[in-house]
């Protein structure tokens, strides 16, 4: 049925008179209005990162049915731009999340129902492998099933250009009006072509650990390092092992309680590795085993967290010191590498250290809108371009990628990368911790935070959207006296799209920025403050959360 003209209640009663059994069942049991309201005044919507939502029966729910929608919408769009290529096909992974491989199957019935062939793993795959494997199959592209670091609760369904990238909006754009244009779920053909599917197995994810072995700087041989991994009952788990063996790190301990795929993820309150909580059964086994750093992936293997050792204890790097210690780490093993084209990639919302470290190496700085997307768009823009040569990219949400073997953020390679960096200032004799105060002794003191703040169901979209529209009206010198620039991204700036981002500069060389996430009910607030020392930054920051958070009601 089409549900542009119904209403939430008729949406409902019509899913009770078609769909199957389960999910009638599931339907029938709710008796709370403002749930069915939830559930069912709108279709999930479909944006540039593709579906993500609470699973759950409904029209604003991930369950098999808005996967069906999605993948006939995918698969018109398809036909309509490679009508002659569509037995080129597509890659579909997913990740340990419940229902996951339930609706990457789905996928794959409704796509092989339309003629599209499709090639599928067999177990679970970190997101940097169907990226590689897109490319490596030349593909027309990729679907992905996982919501990231999101709670148990969500789960979602990415979409892979033909590139690897995820698509950036004028594709995604053209998508959706494809997929807005599936109506009747019920009428959907998901009758799966057997002739048509082609199960992947571990030899396409030792061929990736191979390509990605060409980014490690000791090639099996580093310094010792005893390292503690988590894959936080994620996708990283059997990848992570083979390039760290791979590397030459023998001492190796994986935190057991995390080791196998979960969708409940039991361990956490959330398969987050920025949050102290996710990485907490880590750090207690290196203060016990005597590590040197702990590691961990999410659930889908994009992102990468790490601990390292400080004295007795362990202390969090965060997504932005990470970017710059890498960058250090890579600039400075590489020089020989550099060229007046080497180029540093980072999002707007990223802390500037690493951008400072790259240009002291007199290595290239651009910026791209939030969302590794973008980044994975300019490396494919610079193929056979003489004047860019990618050597990193990262963003401040744990996000990295060396190399050009993928398209997106990468933890899989990050992983060796990160150990070989420990493993080789260990051998000056030096902590992360203490490169990190040299490199802030050096380039001058940031603090970096990102704060998001959560607000669920119909009621909290109509407040993030209000809470921008209130920032765009205000002179925000009224609010943070410091502020002589504002950039609205809404009218487009730099030759960049156009994206619903606030970034205010200010006095001092520092910034902060305002953006509603494009994944999750959250509006989030991005902090890049200068100051003489930890102390004077860290003032700063709270008295600009302060007067934040007092006008905005948060």
């Excluded at 503690?228 to 790190?249: C, D, N, Q």
Aim: charged share 25%.
């Amino acid at each position: 049925m089409g549900y542009k003209n119904m209403g939430y209640k008729e949406t409902y009663k019509d899913w009770l008179s078609w769909a199957d059994d389960e999910t009638k069942k599931e339907l029938s049991a709710l008796h709370d209005e403002k749930e069915i309201e939830d559930r069912f005044y709108r279709d999930l919507e479909f944006g540039t990162a593709g579906l993500r939502g609470i699973m759950g029966a409904g029209t604003n729910r991930m369950n098999r049915y808005t996967v069906a929608r999605a993948t006939k919408g995918l698969s018109e769009y398809l036909k309509a731009l490679y009508p002659g290529e569509l037995s080129r096909g597509l890659v579909i992974a997913y990740d340990s999340r419940n229902h996951s491989r339930e609706f990457a199957v789905e996928a794959a019935a409704v796509l092989t129902a339309s003629g599209i062939p499709v090639k599928i793993f067999k177990e679970l795959e970190p997101i940097p492998v169907l990226s590689f494997s897109v490319r490596h199959f030349h593909a027309l592209g990729g679907i992905v099933i996982t919501a990231s670091h999101n709670p148990p609760e969500y789960n979602g369904y990415k979409v892979y250009g033909e590139d690897g990238g995820q698509l950036v909006p004028k594709k995604a754009d053209v998508l959706t009006e494809y997929v807005e244009k599936v109506k009747d779920l019920s009428a959907i053909d998901h009758r799966t072509r057997e002739d048509l599917i082609t199960w992947l197995g571990e030899d396409v994810v030792d061929l990736f650990i191979d390509t990605i072995f060409k980014e490690s700087r000791y090639h099996g041989n580093p310094p010792p390092l005893k390292v503690v991994y988590t894959p936080l009952h994620g996708s990283g788990r059997v990848p992570v092992e083979k390039i760290l063996e791979k590397a030459g790190f023998r001492d190796l301990l994986i935190v057991k309680e995390q080791e196998m795929p979960d969708g409940d993820f039991p361990t956490v309150s959330s398969p987050n590795p920025e949050n102290e909580d996710a990485l907490s059964l880590g750090i207690r086994l290196g203060k016990e085993t005597g590590a040197d750093i702990v590691i961990g992936t999410d659930p889908d293997s994009d992102r990468i967290g790490a601990a390292v050792r400080k004295g007795s204890q362990f202390t969090l790097i965060s997504g932005n010191q990470m970017g710059a210690l890498l960058t250090y780490f890579l600039l400075s093993t590489g020089k020989d590498r550099l060229t007046s084209a080497s180029t540093l990639v980072k999002t707007v919302v990223t802390g500037e250290l690493a951008a400072d470290i790259a240009e002291s190496f007199h290595v290239q700085v651009v910026e791209t809108l939030t969302g590794f997307k973008y980044i994975g768009e300019k490396i494919t823009e610079w193929e056979g371009n003489p004047a860019h040569d990618f050597v990193f990219g990262f963003e401040e949400s744990y996000g990295y990628l060396a190399g050009t073997h993928a398209r997106d953020k990468d933890a899989v390679v990050t992983a060796m990368l990160i150990c070989e960096m420990a493993a080789y200032f260990k051998s000056l004799g030096k902590t992360l911790s203490d490169v990190l105060a040299e490199l802030y002794e050096t380039y001058g003191y940031y603090y970096d935070k990102s704060l998001s703040y959560t607000l669920k169901g119909l009621e909290g979209g109509r407040r993030i959207a209000a809470i921008m529209e209130e920032a765009r009206s205000l002179d925000m010198k009224s609010v943070i006296p410091e502020t002589v620039e504002t950039l609205d991204f809404e009218k487009g700036i730099g030759g960049l799209p156009r994206e619903n981002v606030l970034k205010y500069r200010l006095a001092g060389g520092g910034w902060f920025a305002i953006r509603p996430s494009g994944t999750e009910p959250k509006i989030k607030f991005y902090y890049s403050l200068r100051g003489r020392n930890e102390e004077e930054a860290l003032r700063l920051f709270g008295a600009y959360r302060s007067c934040l958070e007092k006008q905005f009601g948060l």
